[in-house]
Nanobody, 124 residues
Framework: QVHLVESGGGSVQAGGSLRLSCAAS?????MGWFRQAPGKEREGVAH????????YYADSVMGRFTISQDKSKNTLYLQMNSLKPEDTAMYYC????????????????????WGQGTQVTVSS
């Protein structure tokens, strides 16, 4: 079992920045950030694996968001810059104990462990 706790959400204006954190009870093979806006499906945002040496992003956040991790603290981060109103959503971190190949890295169905979420609201 892995316990995940997100923090760092909040309200910002468009163009602003936020950094989300996710404290994990132990290390796992892969971790990811997902988001879900009201009335929409959960969307994969970013993935990290191989001890942090491999990252993967959704096209919608490429160049604006950066996923990273501090292995010594078992903590995952998502630095979000140039935020847009369409980034408004509940953000979740997730983890899985197996390595995920290409097309599965942003597939929420492949992740076993989930945090409770942290809300991000971006106003125009």
């Amino acid at each position: 079992q892995v316990h995940l706790v997100e923090s760092g959400g909040g309200s910002v204006q468009a163009g602003g920045s936020l950094r989300l954190s996710c404290a994990a009870s132990r290390s796992t093979a892969c971790m990811g950030w997902f988001r879900q806006a009201p009335g929409k499906e959960r969307e994969g945002v970013a993935h990290i694996s191989l001890g942090g040496s491999f990252t993967y992003y959704a096209d919608s956040v490429m160049g604006r968001f950066t996923i990273s991790q501090d292995k010594s603290k078992n903590t995952l981060y998502l630095q979000m810059n140039s935020l847009k109103p369409e980034d408004t959503a509940m953000y979740y971190c997730a983890a899985v104990d197996v390595w995920l190949p290409g097309g599965q890295r942003l597939d929420s169905r492949k992740y076993n462990y989930w945090g409770q979420g942290t809300q991000v609201t971006v106003s125009s």
